[in-house]
């Protein structure tokens, strides 16, 4: 390949991917493209890599769609036996699509498709393919009334917070962080990225400040309770001057001392699986268990459907109604009427 544009594109060397693919490693980049892409020459690989960098900005969705569709060029490959990207038709796609629904479960299926067909999209856009195969392929139809989100009962939630002891700043920090997403029904990703001063005063009360997927921005008034965690959390840590810093980090090892980092989601996960173990919680939670909580205790008590869906920052009141549990126990009821 030839160096262009002020870009260094490098084949280094063939190697095997996660999926066991050809692919040759782009060197300015450090991602792998693979050899299906690569064997069409430099402007198609610079186009793939353009696919994740320019048109996703979400870097979860980024990372999701790039092993998607790397796993698809990877069947190609070894399945299809198909060594050109012209060669791929709509009946690869389909074939392709049918073989994952035996061990993916259908929305996994549905991103599948769209990562595949977004990517092709943007290659018949730079001119690499005159036609997308995917376009005319459907994936499986799934429909969701109810969520599958685990939830915890408002007496549940309430056990779990209290049996947070308040002895250690670690314990102050993980309170704190359950709160925000009970409270404030914030998702994980949101509440690890806030900021000091996205905890701020307006007028006689105390606000959040969540940046959401897609872009947004959420704020969020606290419940007096989630104040006062907040509150001693951070006089206890000391960053109440730290506006700029990360309102939730790790600690640094064992020491009990919080680093200047961020918390991760996956360490986020790990604390709340803790957590839930020692309050003899018998069912596997996570972070995600408390935003369903926050907005069905919301809910049980009068709240409305449309307030909750502007709290929760939803695009669709049908998507706060997933999280919905309040008819659980009326259903539980009218099946107990079969005496049988």
């Given at each position: 390949m030839n160096d262009t544009s002020g870009t260094t594109v490098k084949t280094l060397q063939k190697l095997e991917c996660p999926d066991r693919s050809l692919a040759v490693r782009i060197e300015s980049h450090r991602t792998i493209v693979p050899s299906l892409i690569a064997r069409d020459g430099e402007n198609a690989a610079r186009r793939f890599l353009e696919f994740f960098a320019a048109t996703i900005r979400n870097k979860n969705t980024r990372a999701a769609y790039y092993l998607a569709v790397n796993r698809f060029f990877a069947w190609c490959e070894q399945d299809a036996y198909i060594l050109d990207l012209v060669d791929i038709e709509p009946l690869h796609v389909a074939a392709y699509i049918e073989s994952l629904q035996n061990t993916y479960e259908k929305p996994s299926v549905k991103q599948h498709l769209a990562a595949i067909r977004?990517?092709?999209?943007?290659?018949?856009?730079?001119?690499?393919?005159?036609?997308?195969?995917?376009?005319?392929?459907?994936?499986?139809?799934?429909?969701?009334?109810?969520?599958?989100?685990?939830?915890?009962?408002?007496?549940?939630?309430?056990?779990?917070?209290?049996?947070?002891?308040?002895?250690?700043?670690?314990?102050?920090?993980?309170?704190?962080?359950?709160?925000?997403?009970?409270?404030?029904?914030?998702?994980?990703?949101?509440?690890?990225?806030?900021?000091?001063?996205?905890y701020y005063p307006e007028g006689k009360r105390w606000w959040l400040r969540l940046h959401e997927k897609g872009g947004k921005r959420h704020e969020m008034p606290c419940h007096h309770k989630l104040e006062a965690y907040l509150d001693a959390y951070l006089n206890a840590a000391g960053l109440c001057d730290d506006k700029r810093g990360p309102l939730f980090r790790p600690a640094l090892r064992k020491t009990g001392t919080l680093s200047e980092k961020r918390l991760s989601r996956v360490d986020a996960w790990r604390m709340v699986r803790k957590r839930a173990l020692e309050a003899e919680i018998a069912f596997p939670i996570g972070c995600h268990t408390f935003r369903a909580t926050g907005i069905t205790a919301y809910l049980e008590e009068g709240g409305s459907l449309e307030n909750a869906q502007t709290m929760a920052a939803h695009e669709s009141p049908r998507t706060?109604?997933?999280?919905?549990?309040?008819?659980?126990?009326?259903?539980?009821?009218?099946?107990?009427?079969?005496?049988?």
């Open positions: 977004m990517c092709f999209d943007w290659l018949v856009t730079g001119q690499i393919v005159a036609t997308n195969p995917a376009h005319a392929v459907r994936g499986p139809k799934h429909v969701v009334k109810r969520g599958k989100t685990p939830v915890l009962t408002a007496e549940q939630a309430r056990l779990l917070l209290d049996s947070i002891p308040t002895d250690t700043l670690l314990d102050l920090r993980d309170k704190a962080l359950i709160s925000v997403m009970c409270y404030a029904f914030a998702r994980i990703g949101a509440v690890v990225a806030m900021r000091v001063e996205d706060t109604k997933l999280y919905d549990r309040t008819n659980d126990a009326i259903t539980l009821e009218e099946v107990e009427r079969i005496k049988i």
